[in-house]
T-cell receptor, first 107, second 115 residues
Framework: QQQVKQSPQSLIVQKGGISIINCAYE??????FPWYQQFPGKGPALLIA?????SEKKEGRFTISFNKSAKQFSLHIMDSQPGDSATYFC??????FGAGTRLTVKP | GAGVSQSPRYKVAKRGQDVALRCDPI?????LFWYQQALGQGPEFLTY????????KSGLPSDRFFAERPEGSVSTLKIQRTQQEDSAVYLC?????????????FGSGTQLSVL
């Protein structure tokens, strides 16, 4: 069912570094692309989202870059902190999710 | 409550038993989604309600899965004759805006283990 491919599967970053997670989708009918953060034992929580008419969106340390022609989008976490250690999911129109990226930020 | 509430938090069932999982969305939220999340995987869409109407059930894996939201608020996901492959976390999410379904709020899920 998953039509959204997410990479990498896991990522280790030093504190203060930049974390980058990538996603690619297939269905051009998708029109909303959120990123979710999930901690163990909790449900996903919306982090930031973008629509395809915008190429970039920034909220604090989090930025989404969107490439409509390539059907790809990415999440950049600037100045990564140990508290950012979690699993991150990209999604398309709330019905297709990526398989997740486990991010570990080392102090 | 302030968030989406799911119960029970954990459910252990013997293979072949029927189970019912409950979701209390945020008050006033029109849209309600159910997802299945296997260990180490992303959520898989199961079904979507707008008020009491089930608008999309394309993700339900078999006719053993059934969801309802009779009064447009609380929803129940029922799984009949559970199988081991049904073991997963079942997530419920709600959204205020039924037009865009942006800003989904997720519950913490029900972890179902089928023995």
């Amino acid at each position: 069912q998953q039509q959204v491919k997410q990479s990498p599967q896991s990522l280790i970053v030093q504190k203060g570094g930049i974390s980058i997670i990538n996603c690619a989708y297939e269905n051009t009918a998708f029109d909303y692309f959120p990123w979710y953060q999930q901690f163990p034992g909790k449900g996903p929580a919306l982090l930031i989202a973008i629509r395809p008419d915008v190429s970039e969106k920034k909220e604090g340390r989090f930025t989404i870059s969107f490439n409509k022609s390539a059907k790809q989008f990415s999440l950049h976490i600037m100045d990564s902190q140990p508290g950012d250690s979690a699993t991150y999911f990209c999604a398309a129109s709330q019905v297709r999710f990526g398989a997740g990226t486990r991010l570990t930020v080392k102090p | 409550g302030a968030g989406v509430s799911q119960s029970p938090r954990y459910k252990v069932a013997k293979r072949g038993q029927d189970v019912a999982l409950r979701c209390d969305p945020i008050s006033g939220h029109v849209s309600l989604f159910w997802y299945q999340q296997a260990l180490g995987q992303g959520p898989e869409f199961l079904t979507y309600f707008q008020n009491e109407a089930q608008l999309d059930k394309s993700g339900l894996p078999s006719d053993r899965f059934f969801a309802e939201r009779p009064e447009g608020s609380v929803s129940t996901l029922k799984i009949q004759r559970t199988q081991q492959e049904d073991s997963a976390v079942y997530l419920c999410a709600s959204s205020l805006d039924e037009t865009t379904n942006e800003k989904l709020f997720f519950g913490s899920g029900t972890q179902l283990s089928v023995l």
